[in-house]
């Protein structure tokens, strides 16, 4: 028995150590969407709608996932020593001032993005002052990043590039952002726009995950990608027009994505895919 315990218990730590990423990727849906799950199931297996107010609930319980995930494998697979290096990361303060102020990225094209459709479309587009919402994007910054960028993105530059690994992880961020995103925003729920408005979400987070993923790169620190994290989510919570329409939700997200992009491919340009900057404002 216990020659048998061992064996399963070798190949399960040899299958963390060989893809710690699929680990990592399968042990945050599991437990996000799981815990999720647990607070949807009554009101849908019932068929009843969904109030905002468990929506709101899904929020902490997904954190849980990227949180636990990464600080788990990377004692699993660094050890003390990778716990130290991450706590490292994390205070890792002392940059130039230059990187921080990329931090106003976010809030900068929300604003000029409603400012835009308010004058020539509608004024529902009007951006709101919900200041509650800065908690939002500080909790939300500063947990997942542990595992986003404290663990998943590092492992994945040990086989593909800069690049490939931001535009991948940036895709599955918003895949696991599902059991929450009819609750996104303040169109909701987003109803026969539902997927028009994933798709506007998602591209907008993989662009968001592009210039955290540059940041890291060039700063080491995972407390500036914390930053930007929190600036973004904080920037969609606080400024969001509170009386748009679904498919306006939709569509601003749309146009603010675009913008998004157009900031990366600057930043391709500047650094290639790899990235880095070497320039004066490099550490």
């Known amino acids: ?33 799981t815990g999720a799950l ?3 199931a009554p009101k849908l297996l019932r068929g009843e709608a969904v109030p905002k107010l ?18 788990v494998l990377t004692w699993l ?35 000029s993005t409603l400012w835009s459709f308010k004058t020539a479309v509608s004024p529902s587009f009007a951006s709101n002052l919900f200041l509650h919402g800065l908690l939002f994007g500080l909790v939300a910054g500063f947990i997942e990043e542990i595992g986003w960028t404290g663990f998943a993105f590092p492992m994945m530059l040990r086989k593909h590039s800069a690049m490939w690994s931001a535009l991948s992880l940036g895709l599955i961020w918003g895949i696991w952002h ?6 996104l925003g303040t169109a909701t729920p987003h109803g026969s726009f539902w997927f028009d408005y994933f798709l506007a979400f998602t591209a907008a987070m993989m662009a968001i995950r592009v210039l955290i993923a540059w940041l890291y790169q060039n700063t080491q620190s995972v407390l500036l990608a914390q930053m930007m994290h929190a600036s ?14 679904a498919s306006q939700e939709a569509l601003w997200y749309g146009a603010y994505a675009l913008v ?14 790899d990235l880095r900057r070497r320039s004066a404002l490099q550490i």
Not at 89 to 110: C, D, E, N, S
Not at 178 to 183: F, K, R, S
């Open 1 to 33: 028995m216990n020659s048998t315990g061992t064996d399963i218990s070798g190949r399960r730590d040899n299958f963390v150590r060989r893809d710690p990423v699929a680990t990592f990727f399968l042990l945050t849906f599991a437990i996000s969407w």
């Open 38 to 40: 647990a607070v949807l």
């Open 54 to 71: 468990f929506g709101l609930l899904i929020f902490p319980i997904l954190l849980l996932g990227p949180l636990i995930a990464g600080t």
């Open 77 to 111: 697979v660094g050890g003390r020593v990778g716990l130290l290096d991450l706590l490292l990361r994390m205070r890792r303060v002392r940059i130039h001032v230059g990187w921080y102020a990329t931090l106003l990225i976010p809030p900068l094209l929300v604003l």
């Open 178 to 183: 599902i059991p929450a995103v009819d609750y």
């Open 232 to 245: 973004s989510t904080a920037s969609l919570v606080v400024l969001s027009p509170a009386r748009v329409s």
């Open 260 to 273: 998004l992009w157009i900031v990366v491919a600057v930043v391709i340009k500047v650094s290639g895919m």
